[in-house]
T-cell receptor, first 113, second 115 residues
Framework: KQEVTQIPAALSVPEGENLVLNCSFT??????LQWFRQDPGKGLTSLLL?????REQTSGRLNASLDKSSGRSTLYIAASQPGDSATYLC????????????FGQGTTLQVKP | EPEVTQTPSHQVTQMGQEVILRCVPI?????FYWYRQILGQKVEFLVS????????KSEIFDDQFSVERPDGSNFTLKIRSTKLEDSAMYFC?????????????FGEGSRLTVL
């Protein structure tokens, strides 16, 4: 059964720092991995989708990497800003290929001015 | 930019009442989903829907739940007789491609409070 874990659960950094969020999954047979952002009380905004054949995906100050064999993904945020404060979730598809996503519990990031 | 829209944003209901949550997926998407998030917990899959059929449902999605695509634009989640433990944020999502290949796009959610 696929399980997704995110470490750390919470992170507080000063503005301008580069930071790394971690995601691990137990079953490496995944099609892709998706990173989301969730602001308090709001929906999920898709940040990056990495296909299983890719090792990295970049969007602006965000860079996500995927190492299927070790069951890990990282989300790198460069030059963090207070507006980056949110919860970051990673998710992988279930084995049934019906679009079901299995989510981690998220990392709540606070960037202090 | 196309987006998934959900109504209502917040609904308060009494235990035992029926609730219908509505979603308008992105217009050219064919795959639709409902997820829920109980406060402080992980986002959980409820059901996936394609071609007017349920593709997969979770253990949470029991006989009290149903989904429907009543017309070409709406996708609804019905809870027949709400329980206190149904209180959660419910998210609708859609994707253009099947299953694991597709990027899912989520709505802003409908917060359901059962009293």
């Amino acid at each position: 059964k696929q399980e997704v874990t995110q470490i750390p659960a919470a992170l507080s950094v000063p503005e301008g720092e580069n930071l790394v969020l971690n995601c691990s999954f137990t079953d490496s047979a995944i099609y892709n991995l998706q990173w989301f952002r969730q602001d308090p009380g709001k929906g999920l905004t898709s940040l990056l989708l990495i296909q299983s054949s890719q090792r990295e995906q970049t969007s602006g100050r965000l860079n996500a990497s995927l190492d299927k064999s070790s069951g890990r993904s990282t989300l790198y945020i460069a030059a963090s800003q207070p507006g980056d404060s949110a919860t970051y979730l990673c998710a992988v598809p279930g084995s049934s290929n019906t679009g079901k996503l299995i989510f981690g519990q998220g990392t709540t990031l606070q960037v202090k001015p | 930019e196309p987006e998934v829209t959900q109504t209502p944003s917040h609904q308060v209901t009494q235990m035992g009442q029926e609730v219908i949550l509505r979603c308008v997926p992105i217009s050219n998407h064919l795959y639709f989903y409902w997820y829920r998030q109980i406060l402080g917990q992980k986002v959980e899959f409820l059901v996936s829907f394609y071609n007017n059929e349920i593709s997969e449902k979770s253990e949470i999605f029991d006989d009290q739940f149903s989904v429907e695509r009543p017309d070409g634009s709406n996708f609804t989640l019905k809870i027949r007789s709400t329980k206190l433990e149904d209180s959660a944020m419910y998210f609708c999502a859609s994707s253009a491609r099947q299953g694991g290949a597709g990027e899912l796009f989520f709505g802003e959610g409908s917060r359901l409070t059962v009293l």
